[in-house]
């Protein structure tokens, strides 16, 4: 589509994203002194994605079935790439039940995709069938909220993100078991964020340890990374060494304690080691590379962590439009 925003909510996330590469240009994450800044990272295609304005931003692999599902920033659609093929498929639809956007995206233990809409909530549909379980509308009208990404913890709750009002939401299995309603706010971070210029965004990515125990969530803008304690509800800075998270966008947490960053505007990967307690974090790794292509999220497995190539700045949400996009790609990264 024309220009260089979105219908709806381009302007919004344009606006942020400008601001958010003013800063990061300057104060991006840089490896430690003495560090191999990409320890022979590699960057490859996986698979394609269909259509000529796809501008995704959203993925999640399937742990059972190693399917990976991608959202459409641009209209909504999901894809699905089953395993070894080189192109994608539509599994649900542009609009399908009134989705605007395709933004966070997770598969649960039990087979369930969740999409989130920034404009509206989140949806959460059955792998197998594509059938709809459940829904839950983000609370105030649209423009008082940016719903952006989500985690689901070992006990199935679901936690999303809300860019625009610093918060964090919650949805539960019991709630979910209703098949719907409005999204519950959970934990309100607004306090503990640095101010940042109007307009702006603030939390982006997030992600939970396998324990259940927190919630690791990016400031975007800041470049900061939170922890929020699942038992207790304390919110606290997370002390990082050697870089930051500006820009910082999708986040994937291993069980060893291994966290990977994407950040968009700045075509950047970053490998962090956090403490057993995810207080503290120590950049190990970090590759900046013109064909991640505006990165915004990643999913790892054993062997390769799967990148999301926007092209958000090829007529997409974001300015300067430096051109028409290429053929819209997942890429793999080795050795991050």
Do not use: C
């Amino acid at each position: 589509m024309p220009g260089t925003t979105l219908p709806g909510r381009g302007p919004a996330l344009s606006l942020a994203l400008t601001a958010v590469l003013a800063g990061a240009l300057t104060l991006g994450a840089a490896p430690a002194r003495g560090q191999d800044p990409s320890g022979g990272a590699r960057v490859s295609t996986a698979f394609t994605l269909p259509g000529s304005k796809v501008y995704p931003e959203g993925i999640a692999t399937d742990p059972r079935t190693r399917t990976v599902y991608v959202g459409s920033y641009a209209d909504g659609t999901v894809y699905r790439a089953r395993p070894g093929r080189r192109a994608a498929e539509v599994f649900l639809p542009a609009g399908t039940d009134g989705r605007h956007t395709a933004n966070g995206l997770r598969v649960d233990g039990h087979g369930r995709l969740w999409v989130t809409d920034s404009t509206a909530g989140v949806a959460v549909y059955d792998t197998a069938t594509g059938g709809r379980l459940a829904r839950f509308e983000a609370p105030g009208a649209p423009s008082g909220h940016f719903v952006n990404d989500l985690t689901i913890t070992p006990d199935g709750t679901a936690y999303l993100t809300d860019s625009v009002r610093g918060v964090v939401y919650r949805v539960t299995p019991a709630q979910l078991a209703t098949g719907g309603g409005t999204l519950t706010e959970a934990y309100d971070l607004t306090p503990a964020l640095r101010p940042r210029p109007a307009g702006t965004m603030s939390l982006n990515g997030i992600t939970s340890d396998r324990a259940g125990r927190y919630l690791l969530t990016v400031d975007m803008t800041a470049g900061d990374l939170y922890r929020v304690d699942l038992r207790t509800g304390a919110v606290r800075r997370v002390d990082l060494t050697g870089g930051d998270l500006k820009a910082g966008d999708g986040l994937d947490l291993s069980p060893d304690g291994t966290l990977r960053v994407a950040h968009n505007v700045t075509n950047t990967l970053t490998r962090w080691q956090l403490t057993a307690d995810g207080t503290r974090g120590r950049l190990v790794r970090s590759l900046t590379d013109p064909s991640l292509q505006i990165p915004t999220t990643l999913t790892h497995t054993p062997g390769r962590t799967l990148v999301v190539r926007s092209q958000f700045d090829k007529g997409g949400p974001m300015t300067p439009d430096t051109g028409p996009p290429t053929t819209f790609t997942i890429a793999t990264v080795r050795n991050l």
